[in-house]
């Protein structure tokens, strides 16, 4: 149980194209997702939390209007990457926090983004 | 505001040996702690957690953690290292009074050798 999954896991883009990353819960309700990114032997920096029908909160110095995020049901939230750019380049990780006062976060994994 | 330490940026252990990994954290309200692994280019995966209860946690693959209020340390352990055990780990935490943001070390490389 605690699924989650990630869609695509890989993505090579040119700069300035928008690139959009499925996060899924496959057999669990997730009524809260997260969103981060994680760079080379470095640790996650959490990017945004989203809630199910509701508007993401995003962490201090994260561009909202570059990291779109919809979390449009109970099992799927989207992180879309507009206008990316090289520096964009990273891990994004997604987690899924289950209904009912669940504790724990169950991780997807991963999409590594390349933008040339 | 919380926060999480990893001392060690790396730990080295034979097979069969045990291992140690040092957690360190600090909360406001009761912690609620975590540890997971993660293998190369993959997401992290779900090792154990302590919330309330037993101060010694056993967990997935045979690891297990002690939660020590007064030293405010979550060390993760496991009596016989395996090569497969190699991997990054980390420690988070959160307020259990309230939020459900988690706060990650800075992660632990574990090296099983042979």
């Known amino acids: 149980g605690a699924v989650v999954s990630q869609h695509p896991s890989r993505v090579i883009c040119k700069s300035g194209t928008s690139v959009k990353i499925e996060c899924r819960s496959l057999d669990f309700q997730a009524t809260t997702m997260f969103w981060y990114r994680q760079f080379p032997k470095k640790s996650l920096m959490l990017m945004a939390t989203s809630n199910e029908g509701s508007k993401a909160t995003y962490e201090q110095g994260v561009e909202k209007d570059k990291f779109l995020i919809n979390h449009a049901s109970l099992t799927l939230s989207t992180l879309t990457v507009t206008s990316a750019h090289p520096e964009d380049s990273s891990f994004y990780i997604c987690?899924?926090?289950?209904?009912?006062?669940?504790?724990?976060?169950?991780f997807g994994p991963g999409t590594r983004l390349l933008v040339l | 505001a919380q926060s999480v330490a990893q001392p060690e940026d790396q730990v080295n252990v034979a097979e069969g040996n045990p291992l140690t990994v040092k957690c360190t954290y600090s909360?406001?309200?009761?912690?609620?702690l975590f540890w997971y692994v993660q293998y190369p280019n993959r997401g992290l995966q779900f090792l154990l957690k302590?919330?309330?209860?037993?101060?010694l946690v056993k967990g997935s693959y045979g690891f297990e953690a002690e939660f020590n209020k007064s030293q405010t340390s979550f060390h993760l352990k496991k009596p016989s290292a395996l090569v497969s055990d190699s991997a990054l780990y980390f420690c988070a935490v959160r307020d259990g009074g309230g939020g459900n943001k988690l706060t990650f070390g800075t992660g632990t490389q574990l090296k099983v050798e042979l």
């Open positions: 302590y919330i309330t209860g037993d101060n």
């Open positions: 987690s899924a926090l289950g209904q009912g006062g669940a504790v724990t976060q169950y």
């Open positions: 909360v406001s309200g009761n912690p609620y």
